[in-house]
Nanobody, 127 residues
Framework: QVQLVESGGGLVQAGGSLRLSCAAS????????MGWLRQAPGKEREFVAA????????YYADSVKGRFTISRDNAKNTVYLQMNSLKPEDTGVYYC????????????????????WGQGTQVTVSS
């Protein structure tokens, strides 16, 4: 069993930055692909970014490319999402998730493939 705990959300003005962290319990964190997803009110959960075991492969949604950076520190069992140039449309609850079946160097963009989820952290960007 893996537990994921997100932190770093909050209220920020448009153009500002936040860094989200997701701390994982368990000894096999380095074998999980990790994803960050968000859900805005009335909308479906969507992928924002994903990262492979080693961090060598990453994915970004078109809406966040060039503004967000996903990274991980396997020694600290933590994955990060650096968010810059935030926009009001980035508002939502951000979740981190772990996929224990991903192959090295890969990640999934299917929500159903992610086995463990954090409780979410609210990000609100004011205009």
């Amino acid at each position: 069993q893996v537990q994921l705990v997100e932190s770093g959300g909050g209220l920020v003005q448009a153009g500002g930055s936040l860094r989200l962290s997701c701390a994982a319990s368990g000894r096999t964190f380095s074998r999980y692909a990790m994803g960050w997803l968000r859900q805005a009110p009335g909308k479906e959960r969507e992928f924002v970014a994903a990262i492979s075991w080693s961090g060598g492969s990453t994915y970004y949604a078109d809406s966040v490319k060039g503004r967000f950076t996903i990274s991980r520190d396997n020694a600290k069992n933590t994955v990060y999402l650096q968010m810059n140039s935030l926009k009001p449309e980035d508002t939502g609850v951000y979740y981190c998730a772990a996929d224990r079946t991903a192959y090295s160097g890969s990640y999934s963009l299917r929500v159903v493939d992610y086995d463990y989820w954090g409780q979410g952290t609210q990000v609100t960007v004011s205009s």
